[in-house]
């Protein structure tokens, strides 16, 4: 039977199949979606602000640095040259961790100022306001532009060997959520769809200030029944705060919410999760940091949930505990032990 059986595509599908992409940021994340995309048969280039790392993955088809069991695939162009990466392409993906974001959109928005269609995956919040990062897009980037965000449970070295992943992609527009979802959608990474921005942003952030209280519980010996305890207390005052903040109950539920919750709590592949190990084996913050070598986004969640919760005057006792510990250095037992001697309540109350 020839191709004259095939249904007609949809104008999204079509979209994705023939849309070009610029991914900046050659972490782990940033090149395992790099990898994924030119292994989709996408044309892809990945940004690296270092040179070392961008004559790796091309000569060497490695990231040495941060995948360096994964061989990456052969048609995966990189590049230090910002300005040829971005102007050349439909769609711009930015891999950098939140405290990057604002300066690396504002070099975007220079150099398409036309417009730009635009996808993040970082996880985080503006570090000095504790805003969502999509305000700043709202402020900054260039009329007709379009954005959306990816996130889910998701680690990047099991993304790039190819086994199974979900992830959520969240837009305003409903069109370029779909279009977003068919660029990165193949057999083994299924893309959901939302228009719910806010609370994708919400879930991806909030998410490492529970992994860092699950990794403080577990490096202090307390054992599983703590650790989901823990998690589940962890879930009610985030959907305290998400209720205030108007965020559907749907999406905290899903994959961008509880979905990452339990993965980043519960796996030590999560970043956040080893620094709170860090925190309870007696390490300092700056120590724990450098133990982990990569970008503790839990940090700043931290600071942020705790100025968020007192301006909602919503009660958030593991958050409070947690910025004690960051901010005022609060030893991790202590912490424990004053969550554990709060007066008795009702469970929903």
């Not at 595509?9 to 900046?24: E, K, M």
């Not at 992609?169 to 660029?183: G, I, K, M, Q, R």
């Not at 958050?319 to 510990?325: F, G, I, M, T, W």
Request: aromatic share 4%; with cysteine.
């Amino acid at each position: 039977m020839g191709d004259s059986s095939r249904p007609p595509q949809s104008p999204a599908a079509q979209a994705g199949s023939q849309r070009t992409v610029a991914v900046l940021g050659a972490g782990s994340w940033g090149t395992a979606l790099a990898n994924h995309l030119a292994a989709a048969n996408k044309q892809t280039v990945l940004w690296a602000r270092s040179e070392k790392t961008a004559q790796q993955v091309r000569q060497q088809r490695r990231n040495q640095s941060f995948l360096p069991d994964v061989t990456l695939h052969p048609s995966l162009q990189c590049t230090t040259d910002f300005a040829a990466a971005v102007t050349a392409v439909t769609d711009v993906l930015i891999c950098v961790p939140s405290s990057a974001f604002k300066d690396i959109v504002g070099r975007v928005a220079e150099l398409r100022q036309t417009g730009v269609d635009l996808i993040w995956a970082c996880k985080g919040l503006e570090p000095d306001t504790g805003r969502f990062l999509s305000d700043y897009l709202d402020d900054c980037l260039p009329d007709n532009s379009r954005y959306a965000i990816i996130s889910g449970p998701t680690f990047a070295t099991e993304l790039a060997m190819g086994l199974p992943t979900a992830i959520t992609a969240a837009a305003s527009d409903p069109e370029y959520a779909s279009t977003v979802a068919e660029l990165l959608h193949t057999e083994r990474l299924r893309v959901y769809t939302s228009t719910d921005i806010n609370g994708v942003q919400f879930g991806g952030a909030l998410k490492n200030v529970y992994a860092i209280a699950a990794g403080i519980s577990d490096g202090l010996g307390f054992g599983a029944n703590a650790r989901v305890a823990l998690v589940t207390r962890g879930l009610a005052e985030l959907g305290r705060m998400a209720e205030c903040l108007d965020i559907r109950r749907e999406t905290l539920m899903g994959l961008a919410g509880v979905g990452d919750l339990i993965l980043t709590c519960t796996d030590n592949q999560s970043r956040n999760r080893r620094f709170g190990i860090a925190l309870a084996d007696g390490l300092s913050i700056d120590e724990a940091r450098l133990s982990v070598g990569q970008a503790v986004e839990g940090i700043a969640a931290i600071r942020a949930a705790h100025r968020l919760s007192a301006k909602l005057n919503i009660e958030m006792p593991i958050v409070e505990q947690l910025y004690e510990v960051i901010e005022n250095g609060k030893a991790p037992m202590l912490a424990v032990q004053t969550l554990l001697s709060r007066k008795q309540r009702d469970e929903n109350g």
